[in-house]
Nanobody
């Protein structure tokens, strides 16, 4: 059983930064793409960013473009989300997800349904 484990969440003031990490535990798996999603209180889970493992193509939701950077370390099989200029509206539980299937559509990895592995989530709270 593959499990993804997130780390790096916490409480920061507006304008601050955090870096989230996501790595698999248990059985290793080859991911074609990985992504970050978040869920704010009372809201549905939403796409934040994604990266394809082989080519490193990245995708972001509009609200985080220019502030967040998604990256991966192939050797460590780890994905990161560098979050800068954080805003109170970035508050939520951040989930990492992995897909073992390759999709060629630009928007595919923005869809939660393509991911077959999920982490338990890490809380990010941005105070105003």
């Amino acid at each position: 059983q593959v499990q993804l484990v997130e780390s790096g969440g916490g409480l920061v003031p507006a304008g601050g930064s955090l870096r989230l990490s996501c790595a698999p535990s248990g059985r290793t798996f080859s991911s074609a793409g990985m992504g970050w999603f978040r869920q704010a209180p009372g809201k549905e889970r939403e796409f934040v960013a994604a990266i394809t493992w082989s080519s490193g193509n990245t995708y972001y939701t509009d609200s985080v473009k220019g502030r967040f950077i998604i990256s991966r370390d192939n050797a460590k099989n780890t994905m990161y989300l560098q979050m800068n200029s954080l805003k109170p509206e970035d508050t939520g539980v951040y989930y990492c997800a992995g897909s073992s299937r390759t999709y060629y559509s630009t928007n595919a990895y923005k869809n939660a349904n393509v991911y077959n592995y999920w982490g338990q989530g890490t809380q990010v709270t941005v105070s105003s």
